[in-house]
């Protein structure tokens, strides 16, 4: 008989521990088992549920423990129900699991007695934020319970004290269709008596700038606040009161804000708004329909980044360096100014000329300004916006410190649950900054950047980016929301807006890649997280997308013409042209069809839909077909000759033969040799080509790109100080300049999507079935590095891998959570499968010291990391070629060649300067 620690209280749905509020009224379970005996394997569950009638348990036979069914009768508005497990092998069972609570918040529209109300004439787009005003008499409250969301973003205060702790409530969503409130407990902020509630609205996303088009007001131009305040007194008698036209308005402090231009306050007034004329309000019809609760955690402060340098520019301004491009605000101390002195902060992810560098935000003048009040101490820091910045320049506030000054990270507060280290630091501060990035591109919507007058929910973005969100933060609430968002944004042909939510309205927005985020994102999130829910959500979405790009490839089944952004980026597209990609736009589009027809086939299989995955496994197919037919050759060459065409071909079986297979991963790997080992792919190939070229066997092709330093590569902006991930592989130019294109962020995302090869294959710590129910552990150890390791808090609990080597043995530590299995491929070894608990394995150490072998072909030299390292220096030095790159443009055509012709091949071009000093340093090397 096995046994067990107790399971975890348990989680609901996508949420952490307890939740008031939750959206639905059968919301799913799961748990964690901490420890269990080595033959432990669950078999059965108990659940028990607490509700008014006294609690009731249900006993499932099953080993599933992750998003189970909710056991009892569903939930009605505002229920609440005390939750606890306890699991079995066979015999006893485990002790109970700690309880959770949790609380249904309104589940129909009908709950709301309250009405959305705007200030008459207060709040206009030029003028200052107001406060909305309602006071009420009320019981003593033994629950307290507010509800409330708004037109714009909010703050409250209930009696003088802040509710709860999250900021830009209520986030973005597509509001016509989905938006978002929020339900807090206030019991402890309630008072027997008169009460005040004060809620001041800031334009946000509802009513602020949104876009590069420089337009604002998409959702409307008046400002609006629902709430809902409810009271449960000592006889369990429920007392409501809300929003109504009894509420009053007033201007706040804030006199101007928003998201990307920044917030103006005036610190000498009121900032809750006083006792100033009070506006009526005008009670607005809005759908409560479109009310839902929140699937993932807010946005809140999740972290303070004190001022590392405070520096004089060469014009002589005060600029604060945080050390870390982070989004948020800065809070800063000052005193001893006179009343109404204006202090202003601007903000900048770089420097230019040891000036702040803002050209990359555009039109965002990302500028905070105060007018003191003239205190002996004031906290000056803004609400109701946010920058993305790792520099900030002050003026008019005298003499600054850097205690004076700290960075607030915002963000949705995420958990995290994924971490890689490894022997090579620039390779773990890549990782940081990727981490970095997705904290700041995670402000509620999965964004681009999050600094310039854009920070838009780019489909493409998120679509390859998600399998690394999924590993580093706990996303499944955070993008099970945004899903919903694309769907409900989603044309009635299935055409897929490239930004969700959607604000640039293209009437027929079809782009490969961008799009393909409906098929993908959910597929991502089922393998990650087991949800299979997401399947069944997202299934007529991810179906309308394949549909329409079947429609619009027609009989030839080759989706071509028409706009595409393509391999958006590839590094050799020119600044102002990042069209420009080797890979032609048609062969990455239909490509893509036939990635995502996969994957709904799939999806439906894996919802019993039978007949729907057959179809669009006949789709697929077909389109496979017309892709090898009019794309590839019969030696498995492709058009376009480039890596991001082979890296989709040899990752989504797009390659008929064998022979069409190998052809394809010799070009590839070639390609890669023929950049010098540099990057040569944009948003769509950069997170394939490593996997692609393992996949071939090429590993040490993979490895010298991944840990390439010289521009365009990874590694390069880690060189150069990067602390995020930037857009552009040179966003900052090898000279220290900013990229002269007009997009030049340096917080995206896309490129850092490579970070999950990083813990599936450098560390080895791969989901083996959804939700990581079994773990594919296959650690790729490369002589680049003696050690890596990666640690995932899959749903089942905390899995790891770690792997050192010392040039005899190769060690593994694995880690499996209780409920999940690992299959374990270690180099040079049999496959085997092992259950939960901690293993180690000592095996040789498949980088052991090989005999020197004397290089037969050119290629050969290009492998040969040493060999490859002395004839780029000799070449460079002897003034014959300038860089890497130049000598592999150079050798390229002689890969074949015998490596003691690779002198004599430098020159095909004719010159004979530096000939001579190449054949006596090189010769001795190449020839036998
Ligand atoms: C964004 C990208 C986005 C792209 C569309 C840019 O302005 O910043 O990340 O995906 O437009 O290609």
């Not at 602020?208 to 629902?226: N, Q, V």
């Not at 100080?721 to 995206?748: C, K, Q, Y």
């Given at each position: ?5 107790a399971p975890s209280s348990p989680r609901f749905e996508h949420h952490d521990g307890s939740v008031v509020g939750i959206g639905m009224a059968t919301p799913r379970l799961s748990w964690t088992i901490a420890e269990a005996d080595g033959g432990f394997v669950q078999t059965a569950y108990e659940v028990e549920v607490t509700r008014s009638a006294g609690p009731r348990v249900f006993t499932v036979e099953t080993a599933d423990q992750v998003l189970v069914p909710w056991p009892d009768a569903p939930l009605g ?114 008072r027997a008596g008169d009460n005040e509630l004060e809620v001041v609205l800031g334009n946000g996303w509802f009513r602020g700038r949104l876009g590069f088009l420089g337009e604002r007001g998409l959702y409307g131009d008046r400002l609006a606040l629902l709430a809902q305040l409810e009271v449960t007194d000592a006889d369990g008698e429920r007392h409501v009161v809300g929003t109504d036209k009894t509420w009053t308005a007033t201007e706040s402090r804030v006199l101007a804000d928003d998201l990307y231009d ?667």
């Amino acid at each position: 008989m096995a046994r067990c620690t107790a399971p975890s209280s348990p989680r609901f749905e996508h949420h952490d521990g307890s939740v008031v509020g939750i959206g639905m009224a059968t919301p799913r379970l799961s748990w964690t088992i901490a420890e269990a005996d080595g033959g432990f394997v669950q078999t059965a569950y108990e659940v028990e549920v607490t509700r008014s009638a006294g609690p009731r348990v249900f006993t499932v036979e099953t080993a599933d423990q992750v998003l189970v069914p909710w056991p009892d009768a569903p939930l009605g508005s505002r229920d609440v129900a005390g939750v606890r497990v306890r699991v079995r092998h066979t015999g006893d069972w485990s002790p109970w699991s700690p309880p959770s609570t949790v609380e249904a918040g309104l589940l129909s529209p009908a709950d709301w007695t309250a009405s959305f109300v705007s200030p008459r004439t207060l709040a206009g787009l030029q003028t200052p934020a107001p406060v909305l005003r309602g006071r009420c008499t009320l019981p003593a409250a033994a629950v307290g319970r507010l509800r409330l969301t708004a037109h714009g973003v909010y703050e409250a205060r209930l009696n003088g004290h802040r509710v709860g702790d999250e900021v830009l409530a209520p986030g973005w969503t597509s509001y016509p269709h989905r938006l978002r409130y929020q339900t807090h407990d206030v019991t402890d902020l309630l008072r027997a008596g008169d009460n005040e509630l004060e809620v001041v609205l800031g334009n946000g996303w509802f009513r602020g700038r949104l876009g590069f088009l420089g337009e604002r007001g998409l959702y409307g131009d008046r400002l609006a606040l629902l709430a809902q305040l409810e009271v449960t007194d000592a006889d369990g008698e429920r007392h409501v009161v809300g929003t109504d036209k009894t509420w009053t308005a007033t201007e706040s402090r804030v006199l101007a804000d928003d998201l990307y231009d920044g917030q103006r306050t005036d610190l000498r007034r009121p900032r809750w708004g006083g006792d100033g004329p009070a506006d009526p309000v005008d009670v607005v019809p809005v759908d409560l329909g479109v009310l839902v609760a929140p699937d993932g955690p807010p946005v809140r402060v999740t972290q303070t980044v004190p001022a590392v340098a405070v520096t004089r520019s060469p014009s002589g301004a005060t600029i604060l360096d945080f050390g870390q491009v982070l989004v948020g605000w800065v809070r800063l101390r000052v005193g001893g100014l006179p009343a109404g002195t204006e202090v202003r902060v601007r903000h900048a992810e770089v420097l230019d000329g040891g000036e702040l560098g803002t050209r990359p935000l555009r039109t965002a003048r990302a500028t905070d300004t105060y007018l003191v009040a003239g205190g002996e101490e004031e906290v000056l820091e803004p609400a109701l916006t946010f920058h993305g910045f790792r520099y900030a320049e002050v003026s008019g506030a005298g003499e600054l410190s850097r205690a004076d000054a700290d960075a607030l990270v915002i963000g949705s507060d995420l958990r995290r649950t994924g971490w890689f280290s490894c022997s090579e630091p620039t390779l773990e501060r890549f990782h940081d900054n990727v981490v970095w990035g997705l904290r700041g591109n995670t402000v509620d919507v999965p964004t681009d950047c999050p600094q310039r007058d854009e920070r838009l929910g780019w489909t493409g973005d998120i679509q390859v980016f998600s399998p690394t969100a999924a590993f580093l933060f706990d996303v499944g609430g955070f993008l099970t929301s945004w899903l919903a968002d694309l769907a409900a944004d989603q044309r009635p042909d299935g055409s897929v807006p490239f930004v969700v939510p959607d604000v640039l309205h293209d009437p027929a927005p079809t782009a490969a890649a961008w799009g393909d985020a409906a098929a993908v994102v959910p597929w991502v999130l089922y393998e990650r997280t087991g949800d299979v829910g997401i399947l069944a959500r997202q299934l007529s979405s991810m179906r309308g997308w394949v549909d329409r790009l079947d429609s619009l490839a027609g009989e030839s089944r080759l989706w071509s013409g028409g706009f595409q952004f393509g391999d958006w980026l590839d590094p050799s597209a020119p600044p102002d042209d990042p069209f420009a990609a080797k890979t032609a736009p048609d062969v990455v589009a239909t490509a893509h069809l036939i990635r995502s027809a996969d994957l709904v086939a799939r999806a439906a299989e894996v919802l019993g839909r039978d007949e729907a995955a057959e179809h669009y496994r006949t789709v697929a197919a077909a389109v496979r077909e017309a892709f090898a037919r009019e794309y590839v050759t019969a030696g498995g060459r492709l058009l376009s000759d480039a890596p991001t065409a082979y890296a989709m071909a040899l990752q989504w079986d797009l390659l008929p033969t064998p022979g069409q297979r190998a052809g394809a991963q010799r070009r590839l790997a070639d390609l890669v040799r023929a950049s010098g080992f540099h990057i040569d792919t944009g948003f769509v190939g950069t997170p394939l080509v490593t996997d692609a070229l393992v996949g071939g066997g090429d590993l040490d092709v993979a490895y010298r790109l991944l840990l390439q330093t010289s521009c365009p590569s990874w590694l390069y902006p880690v060189t150069m100080g990067a602390t995020t991930v930037w857009e552009r592989w040179d966003s900052l130019l090898p000279d220290g300049s900013i990229n002269p294109g007009e997009m030049t962020s340096f917080n995206h995302y896309a490129l850092g999507a490579v970070a999950d090869w990083l813990h599936r294959v450098v560390a080895g710590l791969a989901p083996g079935a959804p939700g990581y129910r079994r773990l594919l552990v296959e650690p790729r150890p490369h002589e680049a590095l003696t050690s890596a390791a990666a640690r995932h808090v899959t749903p089942y609990g905390e899995a790891s891998v770690a792997w050192e080597r010392d040039g005899e043995v190769l060690s593994v530590d694995v880690v499996v959570p209780v409920g999940a299995d690992a299959v374990v491929r270690l180099p040079g070894q049999d496959e085997l499968t092992v259950g939960h608990g901690s293993h180690r394995w000592v095996v040789p150490d498949p980088c052991r010291e090989q005999p020197h072998r004397t290089p037969r072909t050119v290629r050969d030299v290009f492998d040969d990391l040493a060999l490859w390292t002395e004839v780029v220096d000799a070449t460079a030095a002897a003034g014959v070629a300038a860089d890497e790159t130049a000598v592999a443009k150079r050798l390229t055509p002689f890969l074949d060649f015998p490596a003691g012709d690779l002198v004599e091949r430098l020159f095909a071009h004719g010159r004979r300067e530096g000939h001579d000093s190449l054949v006596r340093q090189l010769q001795p090397l190449l020839a036998p």
